[in-house]
């Protein structure tokens, strides 16, 4: 399911932002998720009036960098 940006402002250039800006601009929460199974991607979820993005477990660096990107790009239409 994709759904517009929620209010606030949403770069352009969103690509090239870093991920902690775009994590504030759309207003998002961060979950680590209880799931360990290896092919685990990451989930958007709605609940309680917000969007959480369920990332994978010990997930650190560019690979935290490009699931939270992933996830953004699936759930919001820029």
């Known amino acids: 399911m994709s ?3 929620p209010d606030g402002y949403w770069p352009d250039d969103w690509t090239g932002r870093p991920v902690d800006e775009l994590i504030a601009a759309a207003g998002v929460g961060l979950v680590e998720s209880s799931i360990t199974d290896p092919t685990f991607m990451g989930a958007a979820v709605f609940a309680v009036g917000r969007w959480w993005l369920h990332l994978p477990p010990a997930l650190s660096g560019r690979d ?4 939270v990107r992933e996830l953004l790009a699936r759930t919001f239409q820029t």
């Open 64 to 67: 935290r960098d490009v699931v």
């Open 3 to 5: 759904v517009a940006i």
